[in-house]
Nanobody, 122 residues
Framework: QVQLVESGGGLVQAGGSLRLSCAAS????????IGWFRQAPGKEREFVGA???????FYGGSAKGRFTISRDNAKNTVYLQMNSLKPDDTAVYYC????????????????WGQGTQVTVSS
């Protein structure tokens, strides 16, 4: 199983940018699909996007056109670049890992990081 640690969250003004990192342990990191999710207070966990072992990427509706996922297998790290941030993007952001193909459901991921808080002020 892979262990995940998110970083890069913080407070940013609307229209600003943040880059989140998801650092993983494990020699087979490159074979995993890594997903990004977020959860705002009182709301369900929401799929943001995911990247698989072949670098195929799929984005959820809220991320399209503003967020970019990339992975660096040499550093065992996946990134979530977030631009044009809005107050509605305020949430705890999680990365998660699963073996196999891209998946959108949080219940399809086996390993989770602890999350990093992103707060966007208006």
């Amino acid at each position: 199983q892979v262990q995940l640690v998110e970083s890069g969250g913080g407070l940013v003004q609307a229209g600003g940018s943040l880059r989140l990192s998801c650092a993983a342990s494990g020699r087979t990191f490159s074979s995993y699909t890594i997903g990004w999710f977020r959860q705002a207070p009182g709301k369900e966990r929401e799929f943001v996007g995911a990247v698989n072992w072949a670098n195929n990427i799929f984005y959820g509706g809220s991320a399209k056109g503003r967020f970019t996922i990339s992975r660096d297998n040499a550093k065992n790290t996946v990134y979530l670049q977030m631009n044009s941030l809005k107050p509605d993007d305020t949430a705890v952001y999680y990365c998660a890992a699963r073996g196999g193909y891209l998946a959108l459901g949080s219940d399809q991921y086996d390993s989770w990081g602890q999350g990093t808080q992103v707060t966007v002020s208006s």
